[in-house]
């Protein structure tokens, strides 16, 4: 009764908010207390809402309650102090469902801190003091608490398990060593684990050098991206300087081109209207000239006629039609047809240059990893081997995808797929999902008596119609090989090449796409090279299938 008695003191006397022994108490007006500071703090939360509240039975007050210490509680606390006793455990020093909880503590157990691996059990603060004051306690390993103390003990003998069997890997009791582990490698767990000990520091060691390791790369990259940005913003910022120099130049030319017409057509005209005013005025003399002539031919005096004759002015000289040189529908139609063939080889030195351009930068690589060579055999071809899967938002809609989006085949019928800008409109064709970069190998396997052509192409080749655009290899988005029964012929940009090779139903295609590699390979019992293709890939590719007949199919076969 008296220890609950002292356990009572110890609750009432502490703060409910920091669940300490109160400091500076102070009373509300409900009748809880709590420290000064404690209190405070929780009504300087509620200052916006000016509505004070008692932590513990909600009661709230209006205005502020000025707080008082309250002496009579202080003296108390003072005197608890003095006779050693701590206020009752707060909730956070009980163990909880995750927690090691003390072996000895009754009813709420308090928290481990220690176990003890001699005595299998595990202790609170309080009741672990005799391991640090009994002479034969002392000697205990103690170790974090631990739920798993009882796997130290042999379920065979229940004795603790001191000893290690290096014949069969376990940890086994002094009894199973001369029991059922006799004759076996054995040792005391102690010098395995020196001898683990040291395996684990050099596995350490090793671990940690090669994280110093890493760091160094991981910081030699970080210097390698900001190079690379650096390098890459004062690029496009050079080449925005070029590019504007280059439109300023052609706006310049443009416009003298446009002042020299303009100028050239106002000394023309001004010729022109020149001479018209020359000839208008010759027509007005010559109209008077020739009333003055009519007039007199109407004279019916001849002796008046005789006399007037002779005082008839003189013709002046003619303009003669012979100097007006006119030149029909060809003014400045000269001017352009220059400016369009400037046009013209400015649009293929740029096209040719652009390109140079473009490989160029393709061509920056920063990581100076050494290059592997170029797979020979067909196991070298399967390490690259891709999983690729048609996309159904691009196939023709009379061809019918099965097997997992692998298959495609041609059908006489209109399949029942959903309008999409990705869609093939026109040509019988379809692209894969996934987007190609790298090193990707695949293979196609083909049925069927009409042509199948397998293929790769950019994202951006054209959908809609059936123009050269969107076919594949009639443009320069897309590469393809086209397999009949008896025959291969390679398409890219309209140019169409026969290819010789061993007839078989299944095709591989190898793609390097930073090396610029493209090869069709025919797969039989040994792997044939039908053709390769060397050039620059300034996209990421899709692989595409093209079929053609009714019945026939493109199957992508599984490699892995």
């Known amino acids: 009764m008296a220890q609950k008695g002292v356990q009572l003191g110890q609750e009432t006397l502490s703060c409910s908010i920091c669940l300490d022994l109160l400091k500076d108490p102070v009373t509300v007006p409900c009748g809880h207390s709590y420290c000064m500071n404690c209190i405070k703090s929780h009504w300087d939360k509620e200052d916006e809402k000016t509505i004070y509240s008692c932590p513990q039975c909600r009661q709230t007050f209006t205005p502020r309650p000025v707080l008082g210490k309250n002496t009579m509680l202080a003296d108390l606390v003072e005197e608890l102090k003095k006779t050693g006793l701590q206020a009752a455990p707060a909730d956070h020093c009980y163990a909880g469902p995750e927690d090691v909880a003390c072996d000895v503590c009754t009813g709420r157990k308090l928290k481990a801190c220690k176990s003890c691996l001699q005595c299998l059990a595990s202790y609170c603060e309080k009741h672990l003091q005799p391991h640090y004051e009994a002479a034969p306690l002392k000697k205990h390993k103690l170790v974090e608490p631990s739920k798993k103390l009882q796997e130290n003990v042999c379920s065979r003998h229940d004795e603790v398990m001191k000893m290690f069997c290096r014949t069969d890997q376990q940890s086994i009791c002094y009894l199973c060593s001369v029991d059922e582990h006799k004759g076996h490698d054995t040792v ?69 081109v446009k002042q020299q017409v303009r100028s050239q057509q106002q000394t023309e005209v001004s010729r022109v209207r020149e001479l018209q005013e020359k000839l208008e005025q010759e027509i007005i003399e010559l109209k008077r000239k020739d009333a003055e002539l009519e007039k007199l031919s109407d004279t019916e005096d001849h002796n008046q006629f005789l006399h007037d004759y002779p005082s008839l002015s003189p013709l002046s000289e003619s303009t003669h039609s012979s100097s007006i040189k006119i030149h029909p529908l060809k003014y400045f139609e000269d001017v352009t047809t220059a400016v369009s063939e400037v046009r013209d080889k400015l649009q293929d030195l740029l096209r040719e240059k652009l390109t140079n351009i473009s490989q160029t930068v393709t061509e920056v690589d920063v990581l100076l990893s050494e290059s592997e060579p170029e797979p020979k055999t067909r196991a070298d071809f399967l390490k690259y081997s891709c999983d690729i899967t048609l996309d159904p938002n691009t196939a023709y809609t009379q061809l019918l995808l099965s097997d997992e989006n692998r298959k495609a085949t041609a059908m006489l019928e209109q399949q029942s797929y959903f309008s999409h800008p990705d869609r093939f409109t026109d040509c019988w064709q379809v692209l894969s999902k996934e987007s190609l970069t790298g090193r990707c190998y695949w293979e196609m396997e083909r049925r069927g008596g009409g042509g199948v052509c397998v293929a790769v192409a950019y994202k951006n080749i054209r959908r809609t119609g059936s123009s050269d655009e969107c076919l594949f290899g009639l443009n320069d988005k897309s590469w393809q090989l086209i397999c009949y029964n008896n025959r291969y012929k390679f398409c890219y940009n309209k140019v169409k090449t026969r290819v010789s090779g061993p007839r078989s139903s299944r095709v591989g295609v190898y793609l390097d796409h930073r ?46």
């Not at 684990?193 to 940690?208: A, K, M, T, Y």
């Not at 039989?524 to 026939?552: D, I, N």
Request: net charge neutral.
């Open 188 to 256: 005391t767990a102690a010098a395995e684990r020196s001898e683990r000990q040291r395996e684990l520091e050099v596995s350490q060691q090793n671990i940690q050098q090669r994280i110093q390791d890493r760091e160094k790369d991981v910081k030699l990259l970080q210097q390698e991206v900001e190079a690379i940005n650096g390098s890459a913003d004062k690029t496009v910022g050079n080449s925005e300087k070029i590019f504007s120099e280059l439109i300023r130049l052609m706006e310049k030319r443009r416009s003298d």
């Open 515 to 560: 090396a610029g590699i493209l090869s069709f390979y025919s797969i039989s019992e040994t792997m044939t090279l039908l053709h390769r293709v060397q050039t620059t890939f300034t996209q990421p590719l899709h692989a595409g299938f093209g079929v053609y007949w009714s019945g026939s199919t493109a199957e992508l076969c599984k490699l892995k």
